[in-house]
């Protein structure tokens, strides 16, 4: 029999980084045995449910590189594959119990049931129900029924074990006698989930069912539901739940949680589908962690993933991702990072040419500084803003403008170049020598104004890098344009000297 998994998400909110793990470990199961991967839109909760939130989890899995080879979207042959299109099934299902005597109906009222939750927190004790619409007789549902009186179908749960060998967890086992009669069509005609699974699981002939430990509690139940339905079961795989860095379930406390914010933020979907394949299950020592999908899709293994909660780490993301990052070509970072520029308001949309090629060296100089693309931002400050007003926040700045000798430096720097048509790196570097010679400042004594003066600030990207990049710059429609060497020269000795002037101690 080939292997069917499915992967079953709610549509009430955004994809989180457990449910991703889910839907990623469902995916190479599938792919590793030439199996079909199935995606099923769980909206049973009508009044939580959004379409918006079932456009976006495709699209993030999309975008994660998951595929699936029936759902919503693309049909298949054990469709509809919405859960509300499926509602005649589950009321045709759950009469077959009603008549075989596995489920029966059930009249008590909200506020009864109310009562006996009550009860129970009273004596402090876990609730069941307490069964009392098992014993009515025919009769007394045929009455009740034709009074009109709205009613529950509920499962009758049999005393005695419920096993199941799980692939993550080992054997299991638990007493059904925990486990009250539960509902699985409620009186509006709707299924409860627990139902609802294990019909889709049964005729979408699932064979395994890989899910969150969450789901732990439910397994007995649905395992009834199949041996009332005389089915054989799928195999269960519980995944353990993810925590954060300090040990506690992973939640919005510990940051992003949701696909789509690591997603904004700029992680690659390489990164992601690598560390997520990794909660839970390692590979091989010798292998590493950094690994293709290829290779995952290779080392992969059910078996071997742990029951022992998995740590969500932060770092080892970034890490990650870095790695990633760097062994992209530069054309495909430009690509990835543009989108974050163009809504910062620095470069144009759509990018002409010649700022794309430009932006191949700035994204060159400041990858070394950037974990996830967002930073890009923040990290090409250097590059867009040349603000004299908040260079002088640094002290390093200061020292700059007090010292006679930098500001000669810069002087003569400005004389050197004058005449040069286009400033590269060389051309630079020969100007600087030229000061050397003039002035007897080298090394840090003549770079270090010269970084100042051009940047602004006491640190960032090798100058040669800069250099480049501010002359190619000035030349390019940026929306907001940013100087030319020269001109940076030119402004930070006018400002200097301003400065220095209003300066009474100078
Ligand atoms: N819809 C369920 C959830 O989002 C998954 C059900 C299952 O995997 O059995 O948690």
């Known amino acids: 029999m080939s292997v069917r998994v499915r992967f079953a998400p709610s549509p009430t909110g955004q994809l989180h980084v457990g449910n991703v793990r889910t839907a990623l470990y469902n995916w190479l199961f599938a792919r590793q045995h030439r199996g079909a991967f199935i995606l099923r839109i769980e909206d049973t909760d009508p009044e939580r449910s959004r379409r918006e939130y079932e456009v976006q989890i495709l699209d993030d899995l999309r975008w994660l590189g998951l595929d699936w080879d029936e759902g919503p979207d693309v049909g298949g042959d054990f469709g509809p594959y919405r859960q509300s299109e499926r509602l005649a099934l589950y009321r045709d299902y759950a009469t ?3 008549e075989a005597g596995w489920a029966y109906r059930c009249f008590c009222t909200e506020e009864e049931l109310e009562r006996e939750r009550a009860q129970a927190r009273a004596e402090d004790r876990p609730y069941r129900y307490s069964g009392r619409c098992r014993q009515l007789s025919e009769r007394e549902v045929r009455e009740r029924a034709k009074a009109g009186l709205p009613y529950t179908l509920r499962f009758r749960v049999r005393p005695g074990p419920i096993v199941w060998e799980d692939v993550v967890r080992g054997p299991i086992r638990w007493e059904a006698e925990v486990i009250g ?6 009186s509006d005609g709707w299924p409860v989930y627990n139902f609802a699974v294990v019909v889709d699981d049964l005729l979408m002939r699932i064979t395994h069912v890989i899910r969150g430990d969450g789901h732990l509690s439910n397994t007995p139940r649905q395992l009834l539901l199949y041996e009332a339905l005389g089915a054989t079961p799928p195999v269960f ?15 919005k406390r510990h940051g992003a949680t949701a696909l789509r914010e690591f997603r904004e933020q700029g992680y690659l979907p390489e990164a992601l589908f690598n560390f997520l394949a990794l909660l ?20 992969f293994a059910l078996e071997k993933v742990s029951k022992a909660p998995a740590i969500f780490d932060l770092q080892k993301l970034k890490w990650m991702n870095r790695a990633y990052l760097k062994a992209k070509p530069l054309e495909d970072l430009v690509s990835a990072v543009a989108p974050y520029l163009q809504q910062a308001g620095r470069v144009p949309t759509p990018l002409d040419e010649a700022t794309r090629a430009w932006l191949q060296r700035v994204v060159e100089a400041v990858l070394t500084h950037v974990e996830h693309l967002s930073q890009i931002v923040e990290e090409t400050r250097i590059i867009f803003e040349y603000d004299l007003g908040t260079a002088l926040t640094y002290p390093e700045v200061r020292e700059v403008l007090e010292d006679a000798g930098a500001l000669d430096v810069l002087r003569r720097m400005e004389r050197e170049l004058a005449d040069v048509p286009v400033i590269t790196t060389e051309a630079f570097r020969e100007a600087a020598a030229r000061v050397r010679e003039q002035t007897g400042r080298k090394g840090r004594a003549l770079f270090h104004p010269l970084r100042i003066a051009l940047t602004g600030r006491p640190s960032g990207p090798e100058l040669d890098k800069l ?38 101690s100078r």
């Open 96 to 98: 077959r119990l009603l």
């Open 181 to 186: 009669d539960f509902v699985i069509l409620k």
């Open 237 to 251: 795989a519980h995944l353990s739940t993810i925590l954060g860095a300090d040990g506690t379930k992973l939640s």
């Open 280 to 299: 839970g299950w390692a590979p091989p020592h010798e292998v590493g962690e950094l690994l293709s999908r290829e290779h995952l899709l290779e080392l």
């Open 467 to 504: 250099v480049p990049i501010y002359e190619i710059g000035a030349t390019l429609p940026l929306p907001r344009p940013i100087p030319s060497v020269r001109d940076r020269l030119r402004q930070f000795l006018e400002w200097a000297e301003r400065v220095r002037a209003e300066s009474p």
